[in-house]
């Protein structure tokens, strides 16, 4: 085995050659010597790989000790013993600088290549560039720079206002300026190498002047020898306030009672030792470093005195007739904080329409009315008092002149206990009469009925047999459940009448799938034709219903009744399942059904599942468009999801996908649900930030779930966030974090999810969006697809989860059928792990001669000589 390397044209890109042979009689040995690549930024790098001596071998290329997440991956054989594998980076990076090699497992072991080391070159980037300063007038003052190459070395060119400050220095360098500045200055850095320049941030030095007069000076609380006040401060003056003086002085005299310093912020202050009920005015002012600001303009208040009136009047004024007179009565008033004072006596005040009016002072809450006129209607009012004075007037009592018992008040007056008593002696009489009648009629039944009459006949008791009730023995005796039954609203009723299907209509199947809350089952639809249709049911469990799960469920599917979209879940129909006398019945939701399920399930099988299967990245884009459509029909009428995840969106025979499970999928599901307090359960790793924070749904936050869905694609059915708790997750968002980008995702893909999840929901884009960028996406990837060389897997016999060909959504365009008329021995990569093949899928290919397609490519690496033959 020999080690070979082909360099090109300087600065227009590299390729490299690792090669790996293994002799009949021995295991891999490893030749030549270390090779090393230099790659000019932005040009294309290829590395490739070739080994001898076993039959479909893994090969995996490595980058500085890790697996290379890269779908520029091509490996393919030129017999059967002979293999080579491609690495192509189409524009290089700083990142992609490091030590590559390619290794391949054998016999348990791990054999690898040489390495190679790779070293990007380009223009100077920066690691420091000049911040934005503020200093005193004249002042000095540095500011810094340091840039990196290579190539080195690096030097720095200093500017000043778009003039030149000295000449180049080497990297790092600082710049000092001694005589400071007088205005506002822009200074900039170049950083220079072979290879270019690169310019720096601008960095503006601004001069530090005095703050300004504070604004909003509010006295927020004030007590009797206290006060509480609060400003906004002005603008700084480009240095640290430091500090804020409050000046107060009495507002007739005019001289300064007391001055505090506060440290700020927070821009408050206490002022203590004050005067009772004294007229008094303050002004603030605030200092920076190089002085205080002028002081606000004055703002007057006044301090409340050594005590306060009552703030609460009486409540639960009410009235009792009696022989002697009008008893009035209400509740006692308790002080509601030291400034009021002890309080003291009730003042009565009350007035008839015929010009009669007085006022009494009562020492307590209850007082006997006397020299009110009977005839005439009468108006009470009562009011609480202290030394200070007396509380607000409670509600008005009218007493009317022709409700001569008087009784205004709350029925726990004095009188409302006869009434109570009365009945409650009579619901026990009754009671204990029918318990006389059921007791006798007892001693004449049995467990099936009445055995023995109560009558005689010719001396001997006559037998007779009456049943209780009649007996069904298979199956308890149901009611049939409609709408009007479960007691729901007029208006839920009208919207689901015309859906509404007998349950006699359809046949249940096979369980599609089950959870915590409920089950999915296929089902056998009978049309108004006579034919059948194949449905999906949905229902809850039936140990978990109650009328308020019943009612949501059944507003939730009045919702689905409106949608027609080819990607939206159209509702087939809803039905009540009856159940025993006495039980609710169990709610049902008919939707068509879908041969591949859910789009979760189906994205795991292809994955993990028991025949795993290659999904094509115009595939997996394809999901995405599908969706987006759907979201943005949900979003043009005012819909939010509110639960959008890969789990709630299904797939159909052609592969097209459709939202559905609008609220209804919380129910099924339950790993993905937590519940949060007293809240129901919610799907946290959905939710955008403002719903867990305030528990606020938009057509935002349905965009952000939709990112997550995105991920949810890319990742084959992976679990977002995996190793954070649910509990965990808004710290973990607020922190600023993210799911991180797919290894096999496209920038401008993960571009688009993160701008999904942008913490100002105004900032996230809008479904019409989203629809848009995911399709112009696709159309690039298919213009790329059919201008490629012709090396790629026909995938036409990859079995889905459900054992039907995969090539059957072919007809999206998503390239899952063939895309090149390649040999069968060729296989195109889309992920570091390769795609497996099935056993017995495909008969063993005698070694060949390398096809034309191959030998091209061969030609282009320089692994074989060009040749006509």
Request: with cysteine; proline share 7%; net charge negative.
């Amino acid at each position: 085995m020999a080690l070979r390397q082909s360099m090109e044209r300087p600065g227009l890109g590299g390729s490299g050659a690792l090669l790996l042979s293994e002799p009949a009689a021995a295991g891999l040995k490893l030749l030549g010597a270390p090779v090393k690549l230099t790659v000019s930024q932005g040009q294309p790098m290829k590395l490739n790989c070739s080994m001898e001596g076993m039959s479909e071998p893994e090969i995996h290329w490595m980058k500085d000790g890790s697996l290379v997440q890269s779908v520029d991956q091509v490996f393919m054989p030129i017999s059967e013993q002979h293999w080579i594998s491609f690495l192509s980076l189409k524009s290089v990076e700083r990142s992609d600088a490091g030590q590559y090699w390619c290794q391949v497992k054998n016999k348990g072991k791990i054999q690898t290549s040489q390495p190679v080391w790779l070293m990007v070159e380009g223009v100077p980037f920066f690691t420091v560039e000049p911040k934005d300063l503020a200093v005193l007038p004249n002042a000095s003052f540095q500011l810094s720079c340091e840039a990196l190459g290579p190539p080195e070395p690096v030097t720095i060119v200093w500017w000043r206002e778009g003039r030149k400050v000295g000449g180049p220095t080497p990297s790092p360098s600082v710049l000092n300026v001694t005589a400071g500045v007088t205005q506002s200055t822009v200074f900039s850095c170049e950083a220079h190498n072979p290879k270019g320049l690169a310019s720096s941030r601008p960095a503006t030095v601004s001069l530090q002047v005095l703050p300004t007069a504070p604004s909003n000076i509010t006295v927020t609380k004030l007590f009797s020898r206290n006060a509480s006040v609060a400003w906004m401060p002005g603008a700084d003056g480009q240095a640290l306030l430091r500090s804020c003086t409050v000046q107060v002085t009495q507002a007739l005299g005019g001289w300064e009672v007391l001055a505090v310093v506060v440290s700020v912020p927070p821009f408050t202050c206490l002022l203590r030792d004050l005067s009772p009920a004294t007229n008094y005015r303050l002004r603030v002012r605030c200092t920076n470093a190089l002085g205080p600001s002028p002081y606000a303009d004055w703002v007057p208040f006044r301090t409340k005195g050594l005590g306060a009136a009552p703030a609460s009047a009486p409540q639960n004024l009410h009235a009792i007739l009696t022989d002697s007179g009008l008893i009035l009565e209400w509740e006692d008033v308790k002080p509601e904080g030291p400034m009021e004072g002890p309080l003291g006596t009730y003042k009565l005040s009350w007035a008839q329409d015929n010009g009669t009016q007085n006022e009494l002072t009562v020492e307590g809450t209850r007082v006997n009315l006397t020299g009110w006129d009977p005839q005439k209607d009468l108006t009470v009012y009562v009011c609480v008092c202290n030394a200070v004075g007396c509380g607000p007037w409670s509600q008005p009592l009218v007493i009317s002149s022709h409700d001569h018992s008087g009784q205004q008040g709350p029925p726990h007056s004095r009188t409302s206990w006869v009434p109570v008593v009365l009945g409650v002696l009579t619901a026990l009489v009754t009671a204990a009469a029918l318990a006389l009648i059921l007791l006798r009629k007892r001693r004449k039944d049995t467990r099936f009925g009445q055995a023995f009459d109560s009558v005689m006949a010719q001396g001997e008791p006559a037998v007779h047999f009456r049943a209780a009730r009649s007996f069904n023995r298979e199956r308890p005796e149901r009611i049939e459940a409609t709408l009007d039954s479960l007691g729901v609203s007029d208006e839920l009723k009208d919207k689901l009448q015309d859906v509404l299907i007998p349950e006699q209509q359809f046949t249940l199947g096979r369980m599609l799938g089950k959870g915590e809350f409920g089950s999915v089952r296929e089902a056998q639809l009978k049309q108004e034709d006579g034919s059948f249709v194949k449905v999906a049911v949905k229902m809850l469990k039936a140990d978990i219903i109650a009328s308020s799960d019943i009612e949501e469920f059944l507003r939730e599917a009045a919702c689905m009744k409106e949608f027609d979209h080819p990607h939206v879940a159209k509702l087939v129909g809803v039905s009540l399942r009856s159940r025993a006398k006495g039980r609710l019945p169990i709610p049902m939701v008919i939707l068509p059904f879908m041969k591949h399920g859910d789009l979760h399930a189906f994205l795991l099988a292809s994955r993990i599942g028991e025949n795993p299967f290659n999904l094509p990245l115009q595939t997996l884009i394809r999901f995405m468009v599908d969706i987006a459509c759907g979201m943005e029909y949900l979003s043009s009428r005012n819909f939010i999801h509110r639960d959008l995840a890969a789990r709630n969106c299904m797939l159909a025979e052609d592969m097209t996908v459709c939202v559905a499970d609008f609220g209804l999928s919380r129910k099924i599901y339950s790993g993905d649900y937590y519940r949060q307090g007293c809240a129901s359960k919610l799907p946290v790793k959905w939710l955008a930030l403002e719903s867990l924070a305030d528990n606020l749904y938009t057509v935002h936050s349905d965009v952000w779930a939709f990112g997550v869905t995105m991920w949810e694609i890319m990742t084959r059915g992976q679990t977002p966030y995996a190793g954070i708790e649910n509990a965990e997750i808004y710290n973990y968002l607020i922190g600023g974090n993210r799911l991180k980008q797919p290894p096999e995702c496209m920038e401008d893909v993960y571009e688009l999810m993160y701008q999904c999840w942008s913490a100002d929901p105004k900032r996230r884009p809008t479904f019409t969006c989203l629809r848009m960028e995911l399709e112009h996406i696709l159309g690039h990837l298919s213009v790329l697809s059919s201008s490629q060389d012709p090396l790629y897997i026909n995938i036409e016999r990859a079995e889905g989860p459900g054992g039907d060909q995969a090539s059957n959504g072919a007809g999206d365009g998503s390239g899952l059928g063939a895309v090149g008329g390649v040999p069968s021995d060729c296989r195109y990569i889309l992920s570091p792990e390769g795609l497996s093949e099935q056993p017995g899928q495909e008969e063993q290919q005698p070694e060949t001669p390398v096809s034309e397609g191959q030998r091209l490519l061969l030609q282009q690496q320089g692994l074989l000589p060009h040749s006509s033959c």
